[in-house]
């Protein structure tokens, strides 16, 4: 039986969206899948499709607060919640870190893992700043990247290669039927499959039939 294609597209402006990274990064190699890793623009996302941040909403501002850190707590990631962070998600513009990690993704897709991760580190854990260049070097030399290489991507970032690809994969996102972040597409069949959130993991793999061990699964034991 081959492996099935599981797409995350995310953006690191997006928490829900480190949940689902995290926990789809324990599960791919334990599940029979080919995990990619799809940055896309969750801004391009909500000004198609209409959406509006969860957070204008009073109530559910209130409500999210609890939940992402409850939801954290669950996963076992180490996302924290500022007491203006909804200010900073609406305060700031994550397209210039995505443009980074698209760069990476073109050049080097090694390191498109740890660079999205601490991404969300500094953003999510360290409450600091990842949309102005001081930033963004501040994260690509905890990723392990050459001063050589970030500058080469800090170049692109500006190139229409790469403004383009992120254009074209936030477009592919919100052709799957994805309104928000994360979207999940698993490749059935021959037939995509959308979820939305980070929690509908369990039910993606009913649908590849897979086994769910919950948010932090050990890795099987090898077969004598």
Not at 19 to 45: K, M, S, T
Not at 79 to 91: A, H, K, P, Y
Not at 154 to 174: G, H, W, Y
Request: net charge positive; glycine share 6%.
């Amino acid at each position: 039986m081959g492996r099935t294609l599981v797409e995350l597209f995310y953006d690191v402006v997006s928490p829900y969206s480190w949940l689902g990274f995290e926990v789809l990064c324990r599960y791919q190699h334990i599940w029979n899948i080919d995990l990619r890793f799809r940055p896309a623009f969750l801004g391009g996302i909500m000004q198609s499709t209409g959406n509006k941040p969860p957070a204008m909403l009073p109530k559910r501002a209130e409500y999210l607060q609890k939940d992402i850190i409850r939801m954290a707590k669950y996963y076992q990631v180490p996302l924290t919640i500022s007491e203006d962070v909804f200010q900073r998600i609406l305060g700031k513009n994550s397209l210039g870190a995505m443009r980074f990690i698209t760069a990476i993704d073109m050049t080097q897709p090694k390191y498109l893992e740890p660079l999205s991760r601490e991404f969300w580190l500094r953003f999510w854990s360290q409450h600091e700043d990842i949309s102005q260049v001081e930033s963004i070097l501040a994260v690509a030399e905890k990723a392990g990247l050459s001063s050589e290489l970030t500058q080469k991507l800090l170049e692109m970032t500006s190139s229409p290669a790469v403004k383009n690809r992120l254009k074209e994969t936030t477009e592919e996102a919100i052709k799957y039927g994805a309104f928000g972040m994360p979207a999940v597409v698993a490749h059935v069949n021959g037939k995509p499959h959308l979820f939305f959130g980070s929690d509908r993991l369990e039910l993606l793999a009913s649908i590849i039939g897979e086994k769910w061990l919950g948010p932090v699964p050990s890795a099987p034991s090898p077969k004598m």
